[in-house]
């Protein structure tokens, strides 16, 4: 009996080590025409079969958006998101008017079906999941421009986040920029369950000690 009480302290032990809430760093980088082209990208950001990173969202409702997605945990109600971020804009060539250049950051909606780390987040025509909030809209001055902020999703932990960038030309003039920054996203709330399949294995795990421990008792 103490020797099963000893594995089912080792098992809650670990579940609860695999649910303790992390903060994951992830980052991105892309550059741009003033007419919304992407010249180049890339960042930590979940990829398709071709390894594309960065995802063109033409049917959004305000203004076709890049995405790259980044996967966190399974989703949860009851859990929030904690979510922070950073970015630099910088010109590569710079136009004499200017650009509007909008940054997004957005999250799969609770109804989106659960995909994994695998994927693929919200895609193109899944635009009906996704939830945007703006944090950085206007003019680009002629200058290097950093950004920082944070928000907070109550109540709902989302499986994919995003980072969403779009630019509109205010000159005639072509121009490009690059934006890069990192993103940093944390569950807040009580500790996930582990799976089924998780809790199997770790159960196997438990056994298996035991049965080396009677063998050389």
């Not at 103490?2 to 080792?10: F, I, N, P, Q």
């Not at 991105?28 to 960042?43: C, K, S, Y």
């Not at 934006?179 to 500790?191: L, N, R």
Request: aromatic content about 10%.
């Amino acid at each position: 009996m103490k020797r099963m009480a000893g594995v089912a302290g080792l098992l809650a032990l670990l579940c609860a080590l695999s649910a303790s809430a992390e903060v994951i760093e992830d980052t991105f980088w892309i550059e741009l025409t003033n007419e919304n082209e992407p010249l180049a990208g890339g960042g930590s950001g979940w990829q398709d079969a071709a390894g594309a990173q960065w995802f063109n969202y033409p049917s959004a409702p305000d203004r076709p958006w890049w995405n790259q997605w980044f996967y966190d945990h399974p989703p949860a109600i009851g859990r929030s998101k904690s979510i922070s971020y950073e970015f630099t804009i910088e010109w590569i060539s710079m136009p004499s008017g200017g650009n509007d250049i909008e940054i997004a950051i957005n999250w799969s909606a609770p109804d989106f079906p659960v995909t994994g780390l695998d994927g693929p987040p919200p895609m193109a025509d899944d635009e009906e999941f996704i939830l945007r909030q703006l944090v950085r809209s206007g003019d680009m001055g002629p200058y290097t421009e950093n950004g920082s902020g944070s928000l907070e999703i109550p109540d709902y932990n989302p499986e994919w986040v995003s980072i969403d960038v779009w630019t509109g030309s205010l000159s005639a003039q072509p121009s490009s920029f690059s934006i890069s920054g990192t993103i940093w996203h944390e569950c807040i709330g009580e500790d996930i369950i582990p799976e089924p399949t998780t809790l199997g294995l770790l159960a196997l795990g438990g056994l298996g000690l035991l049965r080396r421990r009677r063998r050389n008792a």
